[in-house]
């Protein structure tokens, strides 16, 4: 792993953090209270039932978004509990066109999930009986529902920068008929070069399918950087995934889409359990696509939040991967999993193993209080 110094996030332009916050609903009064001590402890977990040690866990294991939906969300899910005895038709429809709108392509271009976890099911189902080729380590969801399906998965593990190694991948693809990739990546956070991945798809052969998943497509903050989505569109063979459950802080709603050829998302769609989008989840999910600053102004705190950690991590020794992403990869220098354990034990829940990185701690961003308090958990275990 190569050492990152820590990112500059774009601090000297447009909204202050105060200016953000106040979007979230941490209006006047309540940020004056704030004055210069910790900020709110947005994202601990608070689940009735759960022992105690479990329930003062601050959550940075599964790269959610600490502050979680915006207002235009949240007051869409007042209003929409009055609907939660209706079928979901007529607010899935108007999700569709806000996805459409939002991307810029038609309709019959994009297909909604229960979560890209329900995309990705459903290109395994429709797709991976021709074999998934990809790389090692990445998001397990489409490589396990394709071993689930008795198919074969061939994985090429990634470069020291913790990159897909496209030019392996590359001399391995007559092995499959399908390549996932993740960009930027999960588990590794790493973005892939643009030139690179565009070379990659030129050679990628026409009888191929491509899916790209692009989960933490609007954290990225490289100035090259441009989603496949376009590219998708125009091509026979290759397919974008996004999520609602990442920069719109809707993990627990389950809402995600795919965009590409008009055929292959009617072949996707097939295969998609119906009306798995609620009311509820369709209705707040059009208020934060169609909210003109979320995805902003969560990159920014994102940003904010992940150099503190970055920061920290530095201080410590520890290098990490260059994230573009909600969440770092660590190297610990040793086995994860007894740190993890030792910092679960501390209140502080962070990534689980990846068994291609046996060293590698991945930790979610969370609030800036909960970088501090995560490096310092970590400090205590590393001693
Ligand atoms: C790369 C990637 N794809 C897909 C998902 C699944 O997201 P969801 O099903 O919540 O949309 C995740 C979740 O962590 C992810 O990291």
Redesign the pocket.
């Known amino acids: 792993m190569t050492r990152t110094t820590p990112r500059s996030a774009d601090r000297s332009q447009g909204l202050s953090r105060r200016d953000v916050l106040a979007r979230l609903g941490w209006g006047g009064g309540a940020i004056s209270m704030l004055g210069a001590g910790p900020l709110p402890d947005f994202g601990e977990l608070r689940i009735e039932g759960l022992p105690a040690a479990q329930n003062a866990a601050i959550r940075l294991s599964?790269?959610e978004n600490p502050y979680g939906m915006c207002q235009a969300a949240r007051d869409r899910l007042q209003a929409e509990v009055e609907n939660a005895n209706r079928y979901p038709f007529a607010w899935s429809a108007p999700l569709h066109g806000a996805v459409a709108r939002h991307v810029g392509v038609a309709e019959s271009n994009v297909a909604l999930g229960?979560?890209?976890?329900?995309?990705?099911r459903m290109c395994a189902v429709a797709w991976s009986e021709r074999g998934v080729l990809q790389a090692e380590p990445?998001?397990e969801?489409l490589g396990s529902y394709t071993r689930k399906f008795g198919n074969r998965v061939v994985g090429v593990p990634v470069d020291a920068e913790g990159r897909h190694d496209l030019n392996a991948m590359s001399d391995r693809l007559d092995e499959a008929g399908v390549i996932y990739i993740?960009n930027p990546?999960?588990p590794a956070s790493t973005l892939l070069p643009q030139s690179e991945l565009d070379a990659f798809l030129d050679r990628v052969p026409g009888d191929k399918l491509v899916i790209i998943?692009e989960?933490?497509h609007e954290f990225v903050d490289a100035p090259d950087y441009h989603s496949q989505v376009e590219r998708s569109v125009a091509s026979s063979n290759i397919v974008v995934?996004r999520?609602?459950?990442?920069i719109y802080g809707m993990?627990g709603m389950?809402?995600?889409y795919v965009v590409g050829p008009r055929a292959l998302v009617r072949q996707l769609d097939a295969h998609r359990t119906e009306m798995s989008i609620g009311v509820i989840s369709a209705a707040c999910a059009t208020a934060s696509i169609e909210d003109p600053d979320y995805a902003a102004d969560q990159k920014r705190l994102n940003l904010e939040a992940r150099s503190i950690l970055e920061a920290g991590l530095e201080r410590l020794g520890r290098p990490v991967w260059e994230s573009q992403t909600n969440f770092v990869m660590c190297d610990l220098g040793r086995p994860m999993m007894p740190v993890n354990r030792a910092m679960a034990d501390r209140g502080v829940a962070v990534g689980r193993l990846f068994p291609a990185l046996p060293n590698g701690l991945r930790i979610s961003v969370g609030t800036p209080a909960q970088m501090h308090r995560c490096v310092d958990a970590l400090e205590a275990v590393l001693a």
């Open positions: 599964s790269n229960a979560g890209s976890t329900e995309i990705l990445t998001f969801t993740c990546s999960n998943d989960a933490y995934i999520t609602f459950s990442k993990a389950r809402v995600g």
